[in-house]
């Protein structure tokens, strides 16, 4: 018998803005070294032994982001299941678990999130392995990581006693205390955090919300009845979907349930759901101080230097986080870095795209950067990942010249469809491509490869596409 991981990869992180935004969420973040969270996420649970192919439940705005990460953590997923709009994480998991249990009627899956952090994973694979006989007898088995502080961000666990397997009843879930009640708990020693990862079988989840949340329920049934496949993706039908109740896992049916249980692990677990607990993963040195990207500390105590863009210089702060990105900076007292959720809320109100779109735009062929822009002029900087094909499309409104800088690009083009030439270009070679002809762009190498283009004309916005072909399968979106 196989466990099912089973990753939901929605939530849009808007407590690490500005590194994190709606557009390119935390979860596709390489926060704490080379892989992103998602990535890091999936491999912890990828030893064929004991874990199938995993399921991916995310947005269908990332959809490609899922798969390409998904590609080069050499991960090839059982199902990407996309979500048409974020319901928070009951309807999510109970699509999976549906979508599982019609393949295997006695599956056993593993609910993580795909943006947490541990740094033991192998303790908790041994907790996976300890829980797996109480899921497989019905109990719906959470992870409770013991506290080492009275932390107030999270939510706590009262264990009853423990079975043999090290696996308890839960007596009591505790939403996020006051401060004298979270050092009350610290000191009684029988409270955990909730880690927010569970495992059960499909077929006792399916059970438990047919008690609890039967619309819920009913709802994600509609939703995958009425799936469509969309090239590797499942996308749940968006109608049926959006009707399930917006609700947590937690309170739909572990708050309700009389089959809940916890087992006790020490995995080195954070959610990083904070940039205090970023520094604190990070690792802070003598004076309190964290740094990640470029940066130092002078004379600075308990402060935070946060980049990936330009230098970050601190003198003389104290209890300060500072986080910069190529477009935008957040200066904050670190007591009041918990609510940069109204930052953002403040920047969409006066329709900042920086709230929600980073200066990187992701697409499924790779990404790009604006560099420049002035009256008449765009300059670009385009990223195109192995493989990557932009769409075959033509510009009613402007000229554009591409500049290869790494890599080799292939281009297509002509004066109509049925009148065209391919070129390949090496680094530093450059391409005209005059106002209404047929283009396309691609990388059709081994290697990335990288595209200085200057667009000219009287409309340089994302309208000025007519879109004749596409490889991915999209329709009515930018390139």
């Known amino acids: 018998m196989k466990i099912h991981p089973v990753l939901l990869s929605g939530g849009a992180g808007t407590r690490l803005w500005p590194l994190s935004r709606t557009a390119y969420p935390k979860q596709f973040l390489c926060l704490l070294g080379e892989r992103s969270l998602l990535q890091t996420s999936v491999l912890r649970v990828s030893d064929p032994a004991l874990f199938a192919p995993p399921v991916v439940v995310t947005n269908a705005d990332h959809r490609f982001i899922v798969a390409e990460q998904l590609r080069t953590a050499g991960i090839e997923p059982a199902a990407i299941l996309l979500e048409s709009e974020g319901r928070n994480?009951?309807?999510?998991?109970?699509?999976?678990?549906?979508?599982?249990?019609?393949?295997?009627?006695?599956?056993?899956?593993?609910?993580?999130?795909?943006?947490?952090v541990m740094t033991r994973p192998d303790a908790f694979l041994e907790a996976v392995t300890a829980a797996t006989s109480a899921a497989q007898a019905g109990r719906i088995v959470t992870f409770g990581i013991a506290p080492d502080r009275p932390d107030t961000s999270y939510g706590y666990i009262l264990a009853g006693p423990p079975d043999a397997a090290g696996v308890a009843p839960v007596e009591r879930f505790v939403e996020k205390p006051n401060a004298e009640a979270a050092s009350n708990y610290l000191r009684d020693g029988r409270y955990l955090w909730n880690s927010g990862n569970?495992?059960?079988?499909?077929?006792?989840?399916?059970?438990?919300?047919?008690?609890?949340?039967?619309?819920?329920?009913?709802?994600?049934?509609?939703?995958?009845?009425?799936?469509?496949?969309?090239?590797?993706?499942?996308?749940?039908?968006?109608?049926?979907?959006?009707?399930?109740?917006?609700?947590?896992?937690?309170?739909?049916?572990?708050?309700?349930?009389?089959?809940?249980?916890?087992?006790?692990?020490?995995?080195?677990?954070?959610?990083?759901?904070?940039?205090?607990?970023?520094?604190?993963?990070?690792?802070?040195?003598?004076?309190?101080?964290?740094?990640?990207?470029?940066?130092?500390?002078?004379?600075?105590?308990?402060?935070?230097?946060?980049?990936?863009?330009?230098?970050?210089?601190?003198?003389?702060?104290?209890?300060?986080?500072?986080?910069?990105?190529?477009d935008a900076v957040?200066?904050?007292?670190?007591?009041?870095?918990?609510?940069?959720?109204?930052?953002?809320?403040?920047?969409?109100?006066?329709?900042?795209?920086?709230?929600?779109?980073?200066?990187?735009?992701?697409?499924?062929?790779?990404?790009?950067?604006?560099?420049?822009?002035?009256?008449?002029?765009?300059?670009?900087?385009?990223?195109?990942?192995?493989?990557?094909?932009?769409?075959?499309?033509?510009?009613?409104?402007?000229?554009?010249?591409?500049?290869?800088?790494?890599?080799?690009?292939?281009?297509?083009?002509?004066?109509?469809?049925?009148?065209?030439t391919v070129v390949d270009l090496s680094e530093h070679q450059s391409i005209d491509i005059p106002r209404g002809w047929v283009h396309?762009?691609?990388?059709?190498?081994?290697?990335?490869?990288?595209?200085?283009?200057?667009?000219?004309?009287?409309?340089?916005?994302?309208?000025?596409?007519?879109?004749?072909?596409?490889?991915?399968?999209?329709?009515g979106m930018p390139t």
Request: glycine content about 8%.
């Open 330 to 420: 957040l200066v904050a007292a670190a007591d009041r870095i918990q609510d940069v959720r109204a930052v953002v809320a403040q920047l969409r109100e006066g329709g900042h795209d920086e709230a929600d779109g980073h200066a990187d735009v992701h697409r499924p062929w790779g990404s790009y950067r604006n560099l420049d822009i002035g009256d008449g002029f765009l300059v670009k900087q385009i990223r195109i990942k192995p493989g990557g094909r932009l769409s075959l499309q033509t510009h009613a409104h402007r000229a554009e010249h591409w500049v290869v800088i790494e890599g080799r690009a292939r281009v297509t083009l002509g004066p109509d469809a049925d009148e065209l």
């Open 89 to 116: 994480s009951a309807p999510a998991a109970m699509a999976a678990a549906l979508w599982l249990q019609a393949a295997d009627p006695d599956a056993v899956l593993l609910l993580l999130a795909a943006d947490h």
């Open 440 to 475: 396309r762009l691609e990388n059709v190498t081994d290697t990335p490869a990288a595209i200085i283009e200057v667009q000219s004309g009287a409309l340089l916005s994302e309208d000025d596409i007519v879109r004749l072909d596409d490889v991915y399968g999209r329709s």
């Open 198 to 326: 569970f495992l059960a079988t499909a077929a006792t989840l399916c059970r438990e919300a047919e008690r609890h949340v039967p619309d819920l329920l009913s709802a994600c049934r509609s939703a995958l009845t009425d799936a469509r496949v969309d090239l590797d993706f499942l996308r749940l039908d968006p109608p049926s979907f959006g009707s399930a109740p917006s609700v947590s896992i937690d309170y739909a049916i572990m708050e309700r349930t009389d089959s809940a249980s916890v087992i006790a692990c020490d995995p080195g677990w954070s959610d990083i759901g904070s940039f205090d607990a970023l520094a604190d993963a990070l690792g802070r040195d003598v004076e309190g101080n964290a740094t990640s990207g470029p940066g130092l500390h002078v004379g600075s105590r308990s402060t935070s230097a946060i980049s990936t863009g330009p230098l970050i210089a601190t003198l003389g702060l104290e209890k300060v986080v500072v986080v910069a990105t190529p």
